[in-house]
């Protein structure tokens, strides 16, 4: 449970939700400022009412982050703008590499929870183990988590710009000329060696892995090729770390335009085949963020074969009634996430104390998500019990 109990934490840490919910803000407000913020990037806004609440928290604190830079917001531009042209050039091409590299997206997301969740307080390391943490976060985030989505923009850029795209000689291309033909193709080209070293992805991507880097005195000296010659780039400690931010930042960029333009062309995008299951711990959460978003904070969880618990506690000083019933909808979150024969949601109050629980199939749950029964029914079929009375159902 170590890893759900980090992402309950981050949540907190830093997202602003709860926080809202302290101050008085509701649903509806929260729900408000969300739109607000994701409103300039969609073409078709309305398509906000339709897309989930998971998606969209998730997707407007990446916003967030990326418009406080005036550098970064305008690398993000320039990324959504290559999916805007393609699609506008070559519509049915752009949506067929949009899920082309699903799957690519997908495994980049996972071994970014893997990093994240490995992640450790760097501050008390010795400037050499400092150093081989932040090459081992580079080295992995660069390769395994930016590279796919390098490889699906350049896919969107190669349409737009009415060349040959296809995905399998896009997989079969080195990172590095990858970034060499983005360098070149994207009017947003800073992106591919940002400020303010001027180094290229790929050529960080080769310090980070070859461990090309030495700690001289306080200061860490990094090697690299440019052509036939070696460079040296010195940084300190404190700019070793902005530059995984800086990189972190890239990821986060490129990403989030990719998702956000999915969400936007969602009636155009029908998949065939399997179904892509995401991460446990991703869509764990990004349900978290979606409750954080409702005035809830997930406490912990506990689960086992048999069945998954959640416990959520109210942040606001709203109708207690009202808000247990509130919370009891969150068993098919939990289900969505777990798949467990049971689930479980135990609501706590502003105070911590546990008030009601609720349970359910894990069956009523899926007919549930899958639309083959309405929403309405799940108070006819889950099991309520108030803290310290009988078990009664609604």
Same mark, same amino acid.
């Given at each position: 449970?170590?890893?759900?109990?980090?992402?309950?934490?981050?949540?907190?840490?830093?997202?602003?939700?709860?926080?809202?919910?302290?101050?008085?803000?509701?649903?509806?407000?929260?729900?408000?400022?969300?739109?607000?913020?994701?409103?300039?990037?969609?073409?078709?806004?309305?398509?906000?009412?339709?897309?989930?609440?998971?998606?969209?928290?998730?997707?407007?604190?990446?916003?967030?982050?990326?418009?406080?830079?005036?550098?970064?917001?305008?690398? /993000?531009?320039?990324?959504?703008?290559?999916?805007?042209?393609?699609?506008?050039?070559?519509?049915?091409?752009?949506?067929?590499?949009?899920?082309?590299?699903?799957?690519?997206?997908?495994?980049?997301?996972?071994? /970014?929870?893997?990093?994240?969740?490995?992640?450790?307080?760097?501050?008390?390391?010795?400037?050499?183990?400092?150093?081989?943490?932040?090459?081992?976060?580079?080295?992995?985030?660069?390769?395994?988590?930016?590279?796919?989505?390098?490889?699906?923009?350049?896919?969107?850029?190669?349409?737009?710009?009415?060349?040959?795209?296809?995905?399998?000689?896009?997989?079969?291309?080195? /990172?590095?000329?990858?970034?060499?033909?983005?360098?070149?193709?994207?009017?947003?080209?800073?992106?591919?060696?940002?400020?303010?070293?001027?180094?290229?992805?790929?050529?960080?991507?080769?310090?980070?892995?070859?461990?090309?880097?030495?700690?001289?005195?306080?200061?860490?000296?990094?090697?690299?090729?440019?052509?036939?010659?070696?460079?040296?780039?010195?940084?300190?400690?404190?700019?070793?770390?902005?530059?995984?931010?800086?990189?972190?930042?890239?990821?986060?960029?490129?990403?989030?335009?990719?998702?956000?333009?999915?969400?936007?062309?969602?009636?155009?995008?029908?998949?065939?085949?399997?179904?892509?299951?995401?991460?446990?711990?991703?869509?764990?959460?990004?349900?978290?963020?979606?409750?954080?978003?409702?005035?809830?904070?997930?406490?912990?969880?506990?689960?086992?074969?048999?069945?998954?618990?959640?416990?959520?506690?109210?942040?606001?000083?709203?109708?207690?009634?009202?808000?247990?019933?509130?919370?009891?909808?969150?068993?098919?979150?939990?289900?969505?996430?777990?798949?467990?024969?049971?689930?479980?949601?135990?609501?706590?109050?502003?105070?911590?104390?546990?008030?009601?629980?609720?349970?359910?199939?894990?069956?009523?749950?899926?007919?549930?998500?899958?639309?083959?029964?309405?929403?309405?029914?799940?108070?006819?079929?889950?099991? /309520?019990?108030?803290?310290?009375?009988?078990?009664?159902?609604?």
């Amino acid at each position: 449970m170590e890893a759900y109990e980090k992402l309950i934490s981050s949540i907190d840490k830093y997202t602003p939700y709860l926080e809202w919910a302290r101050q008085g803000l509701t649903p509806e407000q929260v729900k408000a400022h969300l739109f607000a913020l994701l409103k300039p990037f969609f073409r078709y806004p309305e398509r906000l009412e339709t897309a989930p609440l998971s998606a969209l928290a998730y997707e407007a604190i990446m916003v967030s982050r990326i418009t406080a830079s005036s550098w970064a917001s305008e690398m /993000f531009a320039g990324v959504l703008s290559e999916y805007h042209g393609a699609f506008a050039r070559n519509e049915k091409a752009s949506i067929e590499a949009l899920i082309a590299w699903d799957e690519s997206a997908v495994r980049a997301t996972s071994e /970014f929870m893997s990093i994240y969740l490995m992640e450790v307080d760097k501050s008390q390391l010795g400037l050499e183990e400092f150093k081989l943490e932040i090459l081992r976060n580079i080295g992995g985030m660069l390769e395994a988590c930016l590279q796919p989505h390098l490889k699906a923009l350049l896919h969107q850029n190669r349409i737009r710009r009415g060349r040959k795209a296809v995905a399998t000689n896009i997989l079969a291309q080195t /990172f590095g000329s990858v970034v060499e033909e983005l360098n070149k193709a994207l009017a947003a080209s800073d992106l591919m060696a940002p400020p303010p070293w001027g180094i290229k992805l790929h050529q960080w991507r080769n310090i980070a892995q070859h461990h090309a880097a030495t700690v001289r005195g306080d200061v860490i000296v990094c090697s690299y090729q440019r052509g036939s010659a070696t460079q040296e780039i010195v940084l300190s400690r404190s700019e070793f770390l902005v530059l995984a931010h800086i990189l972190h930042g890239i990821l986060g960029i490129v990403r989030a335009a990719r998702s956000i333009f999915i969400l936007d062309c969602d009636r155009s995008v029908s998949r065939d085949g399997p179904e892509l299951i995401m991460r446990t711990e991703t869509s764990f959460l990004e349900i978290a963020l979606a409750i954080a978003t409702q005035g809830f904070e997930v406490v912990k969880t506990d689960v086992d074969e048999e069945m998954a618990h959640l416990f959520v506690r109210d942040v606001t000083h709203g109708d207690s009634q009202q808000r247990m019933l509130h919370a009891s909808q969150f068993v098919v979150m939990t289900w969505q996430v777990f798949h467990r024969p049971k689930v479980r949601v135990t609501y706590m109050d502003n105070s911590g104390q546990e008030r009601l629980e609720t349970t359910a199939t894990g069956t009523d749950c899926e007919e549930i998500a899958e639309q083959r029964i309405k929403f309405a029914s799940l108070a006819q079929r889950v099991e /309520f019990r108030v803290i310290g009375q009988q078990t009664k159902n609604a």
